[in-house]
């Protein structure tokens, strides 16, 4: 309790109590020096712990039943002794020289992991890559693959970034919505799709060393074909939106954080 002074136009007391919220770092029983008393009798403490709930409460033990190993057999015959003690659960006869070959579980493959896509995130929704060649950038999301990955696309007429697929920690869902109901995509999109193809090195020959040189990639016709198709799609999904000219320069513009801006306290 702390008592302040009040100035109004006739001198009054107030009286204002503050109560500090439970913390870790202000235990109830706070001492500063162990040669000094406690904060709380003993007596405080008794009622702050409500120990006189437990007061001369008695449980009783629960015994479990245990389950004899011998038992009393009786035996006929005069010099048998009448009786023996024979053990409930017999020792095997015959024990194996080698341990048994238990079966293990089966191998959690990638294939068969259960994939999982963040509630933000659907289809049309428009993201912001954090990561790879293109970060910066807003893309529009278009379905998850079967490894879990992310297929986007810029379009690529807007802001040059391909059909390309990304990790959705990578990426910042916005609420900016398209509608892709629409968009067809080709069967074909898949990650096997993306995949590179390796190409077998030669065997080495007297003279080849320096003469084989790295061929650099090129996208096939097909897959500029398959861009061309799902970019049209999109972009008319784009133009019917209601505020079109802000969706394109709102798609073309690249994403920064400028001094005193933290991305957990923007809301995008």
């Given at each position: 309790m702390?008592?302040?002074?009040?100035?109004l136009?006739?001198t009054?007391?107030?009286?204002v109590?503050?109560?500090?919220?439970?913390?870790?770092?202000?235990?109830?029983q706070?001492?500063k020096?162990?040669l000094?008393a406690?904060?709380?009798?003993?007596?405080?403490?008794f009622?702050?712990k409500?120990?006189y709930?437990?007061?001369?409460?008695?449980v009783?033990?629960?015994?479990?039943?245990?389950?004899p190993?011998v038992?009393e057999?009786q035996?006929g015959?005069?010099k048998n002794?009448?009786?023996?003690y024979?053990l409930?659960?017999?020792?095997p006869?015959v024990?194996?020289?080698?341990?048994r070959?238990?079966k293990?579980?089966?191998?959690?493959?990638?294939?068969s992991?259960?994939?999982?896509?963040?509630p933000s995130?659907t289809?049309?929704?428009v993201l912001?890559?954090?990561?790879g060649?293109?970060?910066?950038?807003?893309v529009?999301f278009?379905?998850?693959?079967d490894?879990?990955?992310?297929?986007?696309?810029?379009p690529f007429g807007?802001?040059?970034c391909?059909?390309?697929?990304?990790?959705?920690?990578?990426?910042?869902g916005t609420?900016t919505?398209i509608?892709?109901s629409?968009?067809?995509l080709?069967e074909?999109?898949?990650?096997?799709?993306?995949?590179r193809q390796?190409q077998?090195?030669?065997?080495?020959?007297e003279?080849?060393?320096?003469?084989?040189?790295?061929?650099?990639?090129?996208?096939?016709e097909?897959?500029?074909a398959d861009?061309?198709?799902?970019?049209?799609?999109?972009?008319?999904?784009?133009r019917?939106?209601?505020d079109?000219k802000?969706?394109l320069a709102?798609l073309?513009?690249m994403?920064g954080?400028?001094?005193?801006?933290f991305?957990?306290?923007?809301q995008?």
């Amino acid at each position: 309790m702390l008592v302040l002074r009040c100035s109004l136009a006739r001198t009054s007391w107030c009286f204002v109590s503050f109560r500090h919220k439970h913390s870790s770092r202000w235990p109830r029983q706070k001492v500063k020096s162990p040669l000094r008393a406690k904060r709380f009798s003993r007596t405080k403490m008794f009622h702050k712990k409500a120990i006189y709930n437990f007061v001369g409460k008695k449980v009783a033990a629960t015994k479990k039943p245990v389950k004899p190993r011998v038992v009393e057999k009786q035996i006929g015959g005069d010099k048998n002794g009448g009786k023996r003690y024979v053990l409930v659960q017999k020792r095997p006869a015959v024990y194996p020289t080698q341990d048994r070959i238990r079966k293990r579980p089966a191998k959690q493959v990638f294939k068969s992991h259960v994939r999982s896509l963040r509630p933000s995130i659907t289809p049309g929704t428009v993201l912001i890559l954090l990561a790879g060649a293109h970060k910066g950038k807003r893309v529009v999301f278009l379905k998850q693959l079967d490894s879990g990955l992310l297929l986007v696309t810029g379009p690529f007429g807007i802001n040059a970034c391909p059909l390309r697929r990304i990790s959705q920690r990578y990426v910042i869902g916005t609420q900016t919505k398209i509608d892709v109901s629409g968009v067809k995509l080709p069967e074909t999109l898949n990650d096997k799709y993306f995949k590179r193809q390796k190409q077998k090195r030669a065997k080495k020959e007297e003279g080849d060393i320096f003469q084989n040189k790295k061929e650099e990639y090129k996208v096939s016709e097909q897959r500029k074909a398959d861009q061309k198709a799902v970019d049209k799609q999109v972009l008319e999904s784009i133009r019917k939106h209601p505020d079109r000219k802000v969706l394109l320069a709102y798609l073309s513009a690249m994403f920064g954080l400028r001094s005193s801006q933290f991305p957990h306290r923007l809301q995008f």
